[in-house]
């Protein structure tokens, strides 16, 4: 069965602070995998985008891994602002029907 | 990135009646939209994918009669709740994909409220 799922579900962190987010998945044949931000309220804005080959891909203070053999991503951002605060969506896309799989996201709180 | 817009962001509308989203895609020619519903403090769902001159194909358990989606032009696909209740308030957001294997762009969403 296609699966992706996050973790943490929910994290606090204070300003300046650094985290990182995972992401496993189980969609196969894979294609491509994007982590987005959601602000509340509001409709996703792409982060990165990395495929097969791509193994780190940094945006800003964002970067995003992947380990295509275990199947695991991860976006780590560095020295958080309390814009950051919003949920983390990782999406994987197969590669039959270009079929999007949406993970829960984590919901990142930054504290001043 | 590309731009997609969605109209309304938010719509409060009495039980019973039927409100209308629209979905654009702004610098570019959508071949396919998606349409998703979300749920508070969970992930989009896909409702249903549209092709442009087609019928939309459903997830399952979505009624295409009761969401009705039209995808009549490149730029434009609408969601209809038809006969809308309580139940039906969630926040819907569109994305639009230009081809096969291209990004798709999210609308910033619409909060829908049946009262």
């Known amino acids: 069965k296609n699966q992706v799922e996050q973790s943490p579900q929910s994290l606090i962190i204070l300003e300046g602070k650094n985290c990182t987010l995972q992401?496993?998945?189980?969609?196969?044949?894979?294609?491509?995998l994007r982590w987005y931000k959601q602000d509340t309220g509001r409709g996703p804005v792409s982060l990165t985008i990395?495929?097969?080959?791509?193994n780190t891909k940094s945006n800003g203070r964002y970067t995003a891994t992947l380990d295509a053999d275990t199947k695991q991503s991860s976006l780590h951002i560095t020295a958080s602002q309390l814009s950051d605060s919003a949920s983390y969506i990782c999406?994987?896309?197969?590669?039959?029907?270009?079929?999007?799989?949406f993970g829960s996201g984590t919901k990142l709180n930054v504290k001043p | 990135g590309a731009v997609v817009s969605q109209h309304p962001s938010r719509v409060i509308c009495k039980s019973g009646t039927s409100v209308k989203i629209e979905c654009r895609s702004l610098d570019f020619q959508a071949t396919t939209m998606f349409w998703y519903r979300q749920f508070p403090k969970k992930s989009l769902m896909l409702m249903a994918t549209?092709?442009?001159?087609?019928?939309?194909?459903?997830e399952q358990g979505v009624e295409k009669d009761k969401f009705l989606i039209n995808h009549a032009s490149l730029t434009l696909s609408t969601l209809t709740v038809t006969s809308a209740h309580p139940e039906d308030s969630s926040f819907y957001i569109c994305s639009a994909r230009q081809r096969l294997n291209t990004e798709a762009f999210f609308g910033q969403g619409t909060r829908l409220t049946v009262v």
């Open positions: 999406v994987v896309t197969s590669y039959n029907f270009n079929k999007f799989y």
């Open positions: 992401c496993n998945y189980t969609v196969s044949p894979f294609s491509n």
């Open positions: 549209s092709n442009e001159g087609s019928k939309a194909t459903y």
């Open positions: 990395m495929t097969f080959s791509e």
